[in-house]
């Protein structure tokens, strides 16, 4: 059984541009989370997706855009990148239900210069 | 307000002493359910333990266990004879059933084991 993963790993890019952040979902599992944390912050909630369909948004403006393919990996977009944005991007796999839990990936580092 | 508040920023403590890290939680809804995750310094979150508001006894994993106390709104986490592999920072985090099942997280405590 294969774990979460993410790619890549570390990423720079600069103010104004775009990034595209990948996740692949554990085997068997139907439902991807994803997660901001700034340096010596708790994890943000950005958006979930089950079955391709966004279900849920934490409080992230619409330049936070997601994909979720039907092999259940998903996509993390963010357009127009600000300073702010530098942080570790964690994705979480799971099945859809209210006790079963998130196991993550290794997450992404972006730094916005 | 704060839904999750972990109190202590960072602790010390003596390998193969058992080590308490605190949580307290915010909710009206009934229905929620809690977990601790690790996050060692490469960044990998780590799924450590479940407790679910209606469970009746306290979950354990192992060296880890969860003192849930409801009324209180607490849900520590404790670790038994510790390991220096155990230096890391911990998080807890809730889930609520009208929260279309995200998890909200704590501000996290840094662990260091010393030998």
């Known amino acids: 059984e294969t774990g979460v993963t993410q790619s890549p790993t570390h990423l720079i890019k600069t103010r104004g541009q775009q990034v595209t952040l990948r996740c692949s979902s554990q085997?068997?599992?139907?439902?991807v989370s994803w997660y901001q944390q700034a340096l010596g912050q708790g994890p943000q909630f950005i958006f979930q997706?089950?079955?391709?369909?966004?279900?849920g948004r934490g409080n992230f403006p619409p330049r936070f855009s997601g994909l979720q393919f039907p092999n259940y990996s998903s996509e993390l977009n963010v357009n127009a990148l600000e300073l702010d944005d530098s942080a570790l991007y964690l994705c979480?796999?799971?099945?859809?239900?209210?006790?079963?839990?998130?196991?993550f990936g290794p997450g992404t580092r972006l730094t916005v210069l | 307000a704060q839904k999750i508040t972990q109190t202590q920023p960072g602790m010390f403590v003596q390998e193969k002493e058992a080590v308490t890290l605190d949580c307290t939680y915010d909710t009206s809804d009934p229905s929620y359910g809690l977990f601790w995750y690790k996050q060692p310094s490469s960044g990998e979150m780590i799924f450590l333990i479940y407790q679910g508001s209606y469970d009746q006894q306290n979950a354990t994993e192992g060296r880890y266990s969860l003192n849930f106390q409801k009324a209180r709104k607490s849900a520590n986490l404790v670790i038994s004879a510790s390991q220096l592999g155990d230096s890391a920072m911990y998080f807890c985090?809730?889930?609520?059933?009208?929260?279309?099942?995200?998890?909200?997280w704590g501000a996290g405590t840094k662990l260091i084991i010393k030998p």
């Open positions: 985090a809730m889930r609520e059933m009208d929260s279309n099942y995200q998890l909200i």
């Open positions: 997706y089950y079955r391709e369909e966004e279900n």
């Open positions: 979480a796999s799971s099945l859809y239900g209210f006790t079963d839990t998130q196991y």
């Open positions: 085997s068997g599992h139907n439902t």
